[in-house]
């Protein structure tokens, strides 16, 4: 565990989407202790499963760091600890980044690890296909939710229109949601990879994935502030580079990411993990870059939910430098060998 100091070598890249300059990460020395940061989860959901990667995998060790990792529930209160101090980097999605952001805070997305909506639109025997939802009820955790947004996406991209054509509820527990479907008081649920297979034990089936619709939509990502990332430069290229680390373990390691998933999720019917594994196998991208078009999304369904986000300009909300300097460093291509 003890390594390292690193020294500074700036091999400045900008980033596209209007970063800061970005100090290539140093080798950390064999005698110096590694650098003391603290880093917060928010969900025990696989969406979380880079930083648990990176801190099972020793990664953060690798790379000169003494990573305290913290569950923190919610991505609210997970921010406002950030912007006490008393937190560093986040995982959370862009939601809660825009939000802060707007309440005065300079926090940034510097890493993007799921720039898609993965909800899933599960269905009874009843439903085969998109027309047969008018005229039945579909079960969100809450009205202006972030499923029920994309809820709401998914009708328009159908030609329905939501509360006309299709009647939304909201049932807030995931367990309640499901046992709603399998008991016929709802004929349709937004569901995540956990609810997958109950829903499907209780007879639904997967009437739509929202990743496979193209709509974009920034969520779990790493956020930090945007003064600690100007103080600490090389820190954050080392956080980048370990969760980067994490990512390819579990695209590559499906034994020891199943292992992880059920320690943190703390699923132990194979079935269950192995959902849980797929969900996210091939949405971690190998660039894990936040992206604008999805931020942009963000402040839309923010917007829609009456938070006035519609005109804001989200582009100094991301930084994609700090991962573009690691990709165009070789490093990533030559962890997955092309």
């Known amino acids: 565990m003890k390594t390292l100091l690193f020294g500074l070598a700036f091999a400045v890249t900008l980033s596209a989407c209007g970063g800061v300059a970005v100090p290539r990460a140093s080798t950390p020395s064999s005698s110096a202790p590694p650098v003391k940061i603290t880093l917060a989860w928010v969900s ?96 969100v955790t809450k009205v202006g939710s972030s499923d029920d947004f994309m809820l709401r996406e998914v009708l328009s991209h159908w030609g329905m229109k939501p509360d006309v054509d299709v009647n939304i509820t909201a049932i807030s527990n995931n367990q309640g949601r499901v046992a709603a479907l399998g008991n016929g008081l709802v004929q349709a649920i937004m569901a995540g990879a956990t609810e997958e297979l109950p829903a499907t034990r209780v007879g639904g089936h997967v009437l739509a994935r929202t990743a496979e619709l193209g709509i974009p939509y920034q969520a779990a990502g790493i956020v930090t502030t945007r003064g600690y990332a100007q103080g600490h430069q090389d820190v954050v290229s080392r956080v980048v580079k370990s969760i980067t680390q994490g990512v390819h373990r579990y695209k590559t390691d499906k034994p020891f990411a199943l292992d992880v998933l059920k320690k943190y999720i703390r699923l132990d019917k194979p079935d269950d993990l192995e959902v849980n594994y797929k969900a996210y196998a091939d949405v971690f991208p190998q660039v894990p870059a936040p992206t604008l078009d999805g931020m942009r999304e963000v402040a839309k369904e923010l917007a829609t939910d009456g938070q006035g986000a519609g005109g804001v300009d989200v582009s100094s909300m991301i930084d994609a430098s700090y991962v573009k300097q690691l990709e165009d460093s070789g490093f990533i291509r030559q962890l997955y060998g092309s």
């Open 44 to 139: 025990p959901t696989s969406s979380q499963a880079p930083a648990w990667m990176a801190y099972e995998g020793g990664y953060f060790q690798q790379n000169g760091l003494d990573v305290d990792l913290q569950y923190i529930q919610n991505s609210p209160t997970a921010a406002a600890a950030m912007v006490n101090g008393g937190v560093q980097f986040v995982q959370m999605a862009g939601p809660a980044v825009v939000s802060a952001d707007m309440a005065g805070s300079d926090q940034i997305m510097i890493m993007g690890l799921v720039n898609e909506p993965l909800f899933l639109l599960m269905a009874n025997t009843d439903v085969t296909k998109p027309e047969d939802l008018r005229g039945k009820t579909v079960a």
